[in-house]
């Protein structure tokens, strides 16, 4: 990775002396003020949500008529600024827009940046110090935010993989990417510090979903990387965080996963309404969107290996270890299976891709646990 | 695709078997005694909360990481068992004194506690309740232009990189996103003040695209991080608070920027002091590249896009006597911003004074 600009500054002797003359004078040239530019004004239309990037929507600074494909700039001139000759070619692979963009795209950006929250002090960690957990509750737990440690960051690798690759005209695209990766950074902060405040520490690695971790980060196009990780990746462990919210231990863990929902489900959004973008404006798309969940499915029902992350769940839902436990642990586990699955086609169906449930083999994994529930 | 898995799992028996073992009820529990440090971190601080610094503790301490990361390719936690068979996620960058900071942890602490939201944290309407004159707003706005410019390649910069740099330095990474976000904000204040100050964008900048082109296309991490986090930094910092006396509104939005901006230079001060004093033969290399790359500086301080603003607005107006107010002003400004730039890296341990070429293009008795 290098680049020389194509001007010494220091060696270029016209722009050194345009420089110093107009230090020197405070004659300037001044010419940008008739910048061939549209005069706008915007205004926050609701003043309680101050002015959001919806209010800036207009002519050609907005997002609404930017064309599908972006011929004119591959610079970082603004979107709507005067594109003088000479800038550079910025090298962006991405110039269409159907490849990125999302319905309400601005929405989840100004959301983002409205509920940061923050996992040093917004999480009660003192109250910690009330509760004492059983040894199997305590390891079953820090066995699942080890799980949730080592999986959260793989959606700030990815999509900061792509941001780079963007037009730059697709700001508010790579401006949600940089809230997604705050977002992940935190999740991946608020389980490493709760796992390390259970008297346990962290547990075992999974290998299982390390090699789902590696497939969701080497997608070919930036449509298949959000496919598969914010849409079913991080749908089911949306999923998941509901029902962790529900078997968690303590009010202190009910609070931090309602709080890392809010996130995630804002990336889910984001996922659903790309997605949708995309079988709307890029239909030649539908056959890859196809294969590339083909492999995706295969690494979910793979994950069945991961049992460090199956059996902590069953022992918190039936929470502990005796014979009872276990069964009534096994019930709430496959009712989560079988729910995780089922709003990962429901989500399918809404971006307009109902006929995914016919094709994909995951309905097998449905009905090993439909016999399972059906057995108890 | 570039990474299938092993095998077609719709049709492993052996995990079929697996799965109506662990669903009969027969766990395998292979993970329950997972030979790993056990602690109970409190905070230190209750009104500070839970911290990074408070979870720095035995194996999984940042303080305890080895110089050279060779045993962890994956993205297993770190102090976690790691299990044969972890793939390999492709990290190019291994080695800590590439990327460390002694106070990234404490940084990311800070980014998070001052967090702000430019679509309500600035009064909207007092800039159409007391307009600048027009001239002014003008440079305001192309000000603007520039600074948008310019945030999308800091934003870009950590992003690049982010994802090459080894899992164990995770407080490091979690900065980086810190920083992704902090020039998130800037693009979208610097936007949404143009557009709502009755005249919109004005012209980008061909020099400074060039010079800001030649620092996010760096070769290596110091280099990039050099280049922007203390090199660019320095000036827009100097920048922001030169600006920040146009007007009440923008006086708050240069303020908070300030803060944001601070912070990663002091996160590119700490991380070249760090990357010296682990790698002092590298000092030589770092002043080879700002030989060749401090020329950037100039090509952004010194595009008309943003100097002629400045001058603008450091002289409020446009006047024959504003305008050489003005850029007297400016002169010093660059000459004071130079000055610090180069007293920071003096302070790093890379003694530029005598070295390099920028004094001399900004020095208040240059031609």
């Not at chain 1, 107009?22 to 010419?31: A, H, I, K, Q």
């Not at chain 2, 952004?300 to 446009?318: D, H, M, N, R, Y």
């Amino acid at each position: 990775m290098s680049y020389l600009s194509t001007i010494d500054f220091f060696e270029d002797k016209d722009f050194i002396d345009k420089y110093q003359y107009t230090l020197r004078t405070g004659e300037l040239d001044l010419s940008w003020m008739n910048a061939a530019t549209e005069k706008v004004q915007c205004e926050p239309q609701n003043a309680r949500r101050g002015l959001t990037f919806r209010d800036c929507d207009v002519g050609s600074y907005g997002f609404t008529d930017m064309p599908e494909l972006i011929r004119q700039n591959r610079s970082f001139a603004p979107r709507g600024a005067e594109i003088p000759a000479g800038v550079p070619d910025l090298q962006a692979e991405v110039n269409r827009k159907s490849e990125v963009w999302a319905y309400n795209i601005e929405g989840y950006y100004e959301e983002a940046m409205s509920r940061q929250w923050n996992a040093t002090t917004d999480v009660p960690w003192e109250e910690l110090r009330k509760y004492e957990l059983p040894e199997a509750i305590g390891k079953a737990y820090s066995q699942l935010l080890t799980f949730l440690t080592e999986v959260e960051m793989i959606a700030t690798d990815v999509p900061a993989k792509w941001m780079g690759r963007l037009n730059a005209d697709f700001f508010e695209v790579k401006n949600f990417i940089a809230t997604q990766a705050m977002d992940e950074a935190r999740h991946a902060e608020v389980f490493r510090k709760r796992a390390l405040t259970t008297g346990w520490g962290l547990m075992r690695a999974s290998k299982a979903n390390e090699c789902n971790l590696k497939f969701l980060r080497d997608a070919d196009s930036f449509a298949e990387a959000s496919l598969t990780l914010h849409l079913q990746a991080e749908g089911m462990v949306l999923t998941l965080f509901r029902f962790s919210e529900l078997i968690s231990p303590t009010e202190v863990d009910k609070k931090m996963f309602r709080l890392v929902m809010q996130d995630e489900a804002r990336h889910v959004g984001y996922g659903m309404q790309h997605l949708k973008w995309v079988l709307d404006h890029f239909p030649e798309r539908r056959e890859i969107i196809h294969r590339h969940l083909d492999e995706a499915e295969n690494f979910v029902f793979g994950g069945g290996y991961a049992t460090e992350v199956l059996e902590p769940f069953i022992i918190l839902s039936g929470k502990g270890m005796k014979k009872e436990n276990i069964e009534q642990g096994l019930k709430i586990t496959a009712q989560f299976n079988l729910k995780q699955i089922d709003e990962y086609f429901e989500r399918l169906d809404k971006c307009g891709l109902p006929e995914r449930r016919e094709r994909s083999k995951l309905a097998l994994a449905m009905e090993m646990t439909r016999a399972v529930i059906a057995a108890q | 695709m570039a990474y299938f898995a092993e095998k077609n799992f719709f049709e492993d028996l052996e995990l079929i078997e697996l799965t109506q073992r662990v669903f009969a009820g027969d766990l395998t529990l292979n993970w329950y005694n997972s030979p790993t440090e056990k602690v109970a971190c409190t905070p230190r601080d209750a009104v500070r909360g839970l911290t990074y610094e408070d979870c720095n503790v035995g194996t999984y301490g940042y303080g305890g990481l080895p110089e050279f990361v060779r045993n962890n390719y994956s993205m297993a936690a770190r102090g976690s068992e790691i299990v044969p068979g972890l793939p390999d996620l492709g990290y190019t960058i291994n080695r800590k004194s590439d990327v460390w900071s002694e106070n990234v942890a404490a940084l990311y602490e800070e980014a998070k506690t001052r967090r702000w939201t430019p679509a309500v944290d600035i009064d909207w309407s007092a800039l159409k309740a007391a307009p600048l004159p027009a001239d002014l707003e003008a440079a305001v706005s192309q000000l603007c232009t520039s600074l948008e410019e310019i945030s999308l390649v800091m934003m870009e910069l950590p992003s690049r990189w982010v994802s090459a740099i080894n899992q164990e330095f995770l407080e490091l990474k979690s900065y980086l996103c810190a920083q992704m976000i902090d020039e998130a904000r800037h693009v979208e204040i610097f936007r949404k003040r143009a557009l709502a100050g009755g005249t919109g964008l004005k012209r980008a900048s061909a020099s400074a695209e060039q010079a800001l082109k030649e620092i996010l296309f760096a070769e290596t991490y110091p280099e990039a991080s050099l280049a922007c986090n203390v090199m660019l930094a320095s000036l827009i910092l100097g920048v922001f608070q030169q600006s920040a006396a146009i007007s009440a509104v923008d006086a708050k939005i240069f303020r908070l920027c300030m803060q944001d901006t601070a912070r990663e230079l002091a996160y590119g001060v700490g991380h070249i002091r760090y990357h010296l004093q682990h790698q002092p033969q590298r000092a030589e290399y770092l002043h080879d590249y700002l030989d060749r790359t401090e020329h950037t500086f100039l090509g952004i301080a010194a595009s008309p896009e943003l100097l002629e603003p400045l001058i603008v607005l450091a002289g409020k107006g446009t006047s024959k006597a504003a305008l050489a107010d003005g850029s007297q002003r400016v002169r010093k400004f660059l000459q004071h911003t130079v000055d610090a730039y180069l007293e920071r890296l003096s302070a790093i341990g890379l003694d530029r004074r005598t070295r390099s070429r920028l004094p001399k293009f900004v020095a208040t008795n240059a031609p």
